[in-house]
């Protein structure tokens, strides 16, 4: 069981816009900047979000992150095939003083 | 290019000691703006958060898994280390280090990850 609450999975066609919601608590999310990271199969995680909101450099401005409260969503515009991963949101928990991650989503671009 | 990449045996035996070390090259361990971290991924399942070293050795870990586990940092060497005692099948997973950084709490840079398999 995760810390933080993420759908399984989500889909959409190609060229639409998908959301994924992560939600936690005031201990972590409510206190902490959030992350997502885009995972494809036998590579490292990628960080997509920093901070909430921020891309690194590199990454499209297709991808962007929002937090309010204890929750966070990444939303995805103009999906890819390439865009099929599995999609993690994380964060600091300030009660554990450890770094907790969302239990993935499956993004499908059907 | 700041890179990391993990070492260790592949396959741990039931009750041993499961062991890797992190390098990290292209940058230097001994920083005050990072910590640096170990991520796993059983099979089939999400990323966990096994813990974080800071240069000083300072460390926080997961509370679930605190009571084996042993991360050790050489700063000389540009190296961090993971120690999990008295592995089971539970703990077979692809184990990634990683950078942490210290504002934003995130994990920017990762290692490509290596399967540990705890089989007899």
């Known amino acids: 069981q995760s810390v933080l609450t993420q759908p399984p999975s989500v889909s959409a066609a190609p060229g639409q816009k998908v959301t994924i919601s992560c939600s936690g608590s005031s201990s972590n999310i409510g206190d902490n900047y959030v992350s997502w990271y885009q995972h494809l199969p036998g590579t490292a995680p990628k960080l997509l979000i920093y901070?909430?909101?921020k891309r690194p450099s590199g990454i499209p401005d297709r991808f962007s992150g929002s937090k309010s409260g204890t929750s966070a969503t990444l939303g995805i515009t103009g999906l890819q095939t390439g865009d099929e991963a599995d999609y993690y949101c994380g964060t600091w928990d300030s009660s554990l003083s450890a770094g907790v991650f969302g239990g993935g989503t499956k993004l499908t671009v059907l | 290019q700041l890179q990391l990449q993990e070492s260790g045996p592949g396959l741990v035996k039931p009750s041993e000691t499961l062991s890797l070390t992190c390098t990290v090259s292209g940058g230097s361990i001994n920083s005050s703006d990072y910590y640096w971290g170990w991520i796993r991924q059983p099979p089939g399942k999400g990323l966990e958060y096994i813990g974080n070293i800071y240069y000083s050795g300072y460390t926080y870990y997961n509370p679930s898994l605190r009571s084996r586990v042993t991360i050790s940092i050489d700063t000389s060497k540009n190296q961090f280390s993971l120690k999990l005692s008295s592995a089971t099948a539970a703990d077979t997973a692809v184990y990634y280090c990683?950078?942490?950084?210290?504002?934003?709490?995130?994990?920017?840079?990762w290692g490509q990850g290596t399967l540990v398999t705890v089989s007899s």
């Open positions: 901070d909430n909101n």
């Open positions: 990683a950078r942490h950084r210290l504002g934003a709490r995130d994990f920017d840079y």
